[in-house]
């Protein structure tokens, strides 16, 4: 069965204290690995699609990294807006989605 | 672009009513997604469309909910009758047929059964 698992749950950080959100999944012939975004009250907000293990993408304070396991989301330098939560998906052959529960991060100023 | 245009917001009701959520997916949009979120479980899938046929409905819980997709600008999930269980919120999400496109989703409906 497909399975994304997120960890940690929450995290807090200090204005500027860099850290790494975990992703790991077990799923049948990946076909894309998805980091996304969401504010309290929000639909989740698309941020990065990583295909293949070795793969990088990066976004301003965010870099997303992909191995066959898992996936890492780096924040460098955090700010207090960066605080949301963090959500991993999956895509398997058959066009499903399956998403993680998420990591909410709060950075404090 | 208008987004994913969900509605309504927000909907309570009384255990045993029917409740229906609509969406509007992105103009052009193949996939329509139904997933619901809860603090518990997640984000849930529950049904997913192509081109307005049904494709994979096995995360719906009962028969208590229903989805239908009548044209390509819209979507309904229907819940008859309602559970106290039920309350979470329901989002919608469409993607292209483009091999690994992203979702984009609306910003949820907020349901409350009492």
């Known amino acids: 069965e497909d399975q994304v698992t997120q960890s940690p749950e929450a995290l807090r950080l200090q204005e500027g204290e860099s850290s790494s959100l975990n992703c790991s999944y077990t799923v049948s012939g990946l076909r894309g690995l998805f980091w996304y975004r969401q504010d309290p009250g929000k639909g989740p907000e698309f941020l990065f699609t990583l295909y293949s293990a070795g793969e990088e993408k990066e976004k301003e304070r965010l870099k997303a990294t992909l191995t066959k396991k898992e996936s890492f989301l780096h924040i460098t330098a955090p700010k207090p807006e960066d605080s949301a939560t963090y959500l991993c998906a999956v895509q398997a052959r058959d066009d499903k989605i399956i998403f993680g529960k998420g990591t909410r991060l709060h950075i404090l100023p | 672009d208008a987004g994913v245009i969900q509605s309504p917001r927000h909907e309570v009701t009384e255990m045993g009513q029917e409740v229906t959520l609509r969406c509007k997916p992105i103009?052009?949009?193949?996939?329509l997604f139904w997933y619901r979120q809860t603090m518990m479980r997640g984000l849930e899938l529950l049904i997913y469309f192509n081109n307005n046929v049904p494709i994979d409905d096995s995360g719906m819980p009962e028969d208590r909910f229903s989805a239908k997709m009548p044209n390509a600008s819209f979507s309904t999930l229907k819940i008859q009758p309602s559970e106290p269980r039920d309350s979470a919120v329901y989002f919608c999400?469409?993607?292209?047929?483009?091999?690994?496109?992203?979702?984009?989703f609306g910003n949820g409906t907020r349901l409350t059964v009492t």
């Open positions: 103009s052009g949009h193949d996939y």
């Open positions: 999400a469409s993607r292209t047929g483009d091999y690994n496109s992203p979702l984009h």
